[in-house]
């Protein structure tokens, strides 16, 4: 059967204006019903983060933004719930470096593929990450911390938020590139973490700065250096890994949102385009700078290639180091 020329055309330019329709209506797209942000870790800088922005999200799209924490297997859990969700922008992911990059090595199995599962919107923050202990152990600076560490291995611990996330990786490293020993004790957060460090019951670890620079400030635990490329600018007198004998040492930790996979593009254009005006806001950027975090605040490709680069990163990291899933 030939379809006449004139029909064709016709079909063919409703099919174009519908295109552009969609494309012009993504703006106009609003979630029907209240949001749930799905933090897959208790008591971090995630948690803060998701509170910082869902009440602009609320004011942007008419609709509550809940922010639930749901933590466990070193963020896989509620990363696994948010791969689950309806594609439809009901349901959003507090992503970071453990369930999206660190796990799909550290896991012999994954319930969800992070490039597959899950559908990037915006890498919002990066940050490099405190080395801290508690001044009761007397450690001095980076050097006087390894030759302990080796000293007496048994004696040291180190607390993590996760199993799996980048503040117990990144420990790992240094324990690989400085060849010393100590256990490693996984916590579900920053807030269990960070408190059993103040308590004493274990000696150090990596957290960002958002997690402990209050008891650093009051004198509850001691900063010995900084993980990233430089020295941050609010501490000047803090050396980086690298800088303390460690050539070449750098970690990163970072934050992002995602949705689940298949949500359709405009849904997935729409949130990126708030989420990256919110994160430009005069008090928002000013409270993430206060924590020590690099607002980035991209694409979705953006996000995409970065968590990419992440899983081999940290994949390398993982490999070369041996660590594993007790």
Same mark, same amino acid.
């Given at each position: 059967?030939?379809?006449?020329?004139?029909?064709?055309?016709?079909?063919?330019?409703?099919?174009?204006?519908?295109?552009?329709?969609?494309?012009?209506?993504?703006?106009?797209?609003?979630?029907?019903?209240?949001?749930?942000?799905?933090?897959?870790?208790?008591?971090?800088?995630?948690?803060?983060?998701?509170?910082?922005?869902?009440?602009?999200?609320?004011?942007?799209?008419?609709?509550? #933004?809940?922010?639930?924490?749901?933590?466990?297997?070193?963020?896989?859990?509620?990363?696994?719930?948010?791969?689950?969700?309806?594609?439809?922008?009901?349901?959003?992911?507090?992503?970071?470096?453990?369930?999206?990059?660190?796990?799909?090595?550290?896991?012999?199995?994954?319930? #969800?593929?992070?490039?597959?599962?899950?559908?990037?919107?915006?890498?919002?923050?990066?940050?490099?990450?405190?080395?801290?202990?508690?001044?009761?152990?007397?450690?001095?600076?980076?050097?006087?911390?390894?030759?302990?560490?080796?000293?007496?291995?048994?004696?040291?611990?180190?607390?993590?938020?996760?199993?799996?996330?980048?503040?117990?990786?990144?420990?790992?490293?240094?324990?690989?590139?400085?060849?010393?020993?100590?256990?490693?004790?996984?916590?579900?957060?920053?807030?269990?973490?960070?408190?059993?460090?103040?308590?004493?019951?274990?000696?150090?670890?990596?957290?960002?700065?958002?997690?402990?620079?209050?008891?650093?400030?009051?004198?509850?635990?001691?900063?010995?250096?900084?993980?990233?490329?430089?020295?941050?600018?609010?501490?000047?007198?803090?050396?980086?890994?690298?800088?303390?004998?460690?050539?070449? #040492?750098?970690?990163?930790?970072?934050?992002?949102?995602?949705?689940?996979?298949?949500?359709?593009?405009?849904?997935?254009?729409?949130?990126?385009?708030? #989420?990256?005006?919110?994160?430009?806001?005069?008090?928002?950027?000013?409270?993430?700078?206060?924590?020590?975090?690099?607002?980035?605040?991209?694409?979705?490709?953006?996000?995409?290639?970065?968590?990419?680069?992440?899983?081999?990163?940290?994949?390398?990291?993982?490999?070369?180091?041996?660590?594993?899933?007790?």
């Amino acid at each position: 059967m030939r379809i006449p020329k004139t029909l064709a055309l016709a079909v063919l330019a409703a099919a174009c204006a519908t295109s552009a329709w969609a494309a012009d209506a993504a703006p106009d797209w609003k979630p029907s019903r209240p949001v749930r942000i799905i933090v897959p870790i208790v008591g971090s800088t995630n948690d803060v983060l998701a509170r910082l922005v869902a009440p602009k999200l609320q004011e942007a799209f008419g609709q509550p #933004f809940v922010v639930e924490n749901k933590g466990g297997a070193g963020g896989n859990i509620g990363a696994a719930e948010v791969a689950r969700a309806a594609p439809d922008g009901q349901t959003l992911l507090v992503g970071y470096n453990g369930p999206l990059a660190i796990n799909v090595t550290l896991f012999d199995k994954m319930p #969800f593929d992070p490039r597959k599962d899950l559908a990037p919107i915006v890498l919002a923050v990066k940050s490099p990450q405190y080395l801290v202990v508690n001044p009761s152990t007397g450690i001095r600076d980076v050097r006087d911390f390894i030759a302990k560490a080796k000293a007496n291995p048994a004696k040291y611990s180190y607390g993590s938020v996760s199993m799996g996330s980048a503040s117990h990786l990144t420990m790992e490293m240094m324990k690989s590139a400085a060849d010393f020993r100590m256990t490693h004790v996984p916590y579900r957060g920053a807030g269990p973490a960070v408190a059993d460090l103040l308590a004493g019951n274990v000696q150090a670890g990596f957290f960002v700065p958002g997690n402990v620079q209050g008891f650093v400030k009051d004198g509850r635990l001691k900063l010995l250096a900084t993980s990233g490329a430089k020295r941050f600018p609010s501490t000047p007198d803090v050396p980086t890994l690298a800088e303390s004998g460690l050539k070449d #040492f750098e970690a990163t930790s970072w934050i992002g949102f995602l949705a689940p996979g298949g949500t359709p593009p405009n849904i997935i254009k729409r949130y990126n385009e708030e #989420f990256v005006r919110i994160l430009a806001m005069p008090d928002i950027k000013a409270r993430l700078e206060e924590m020590e975090f690099e607002v980035v605040a991209g694409t979705p490709q953006d996000f995409g290639r970065w968590i990419d680069t992440e899983i081999g990163r940290w994949g390398k990291v993982i490999k070369d180091t041996g660590a594993k899933v007790d």
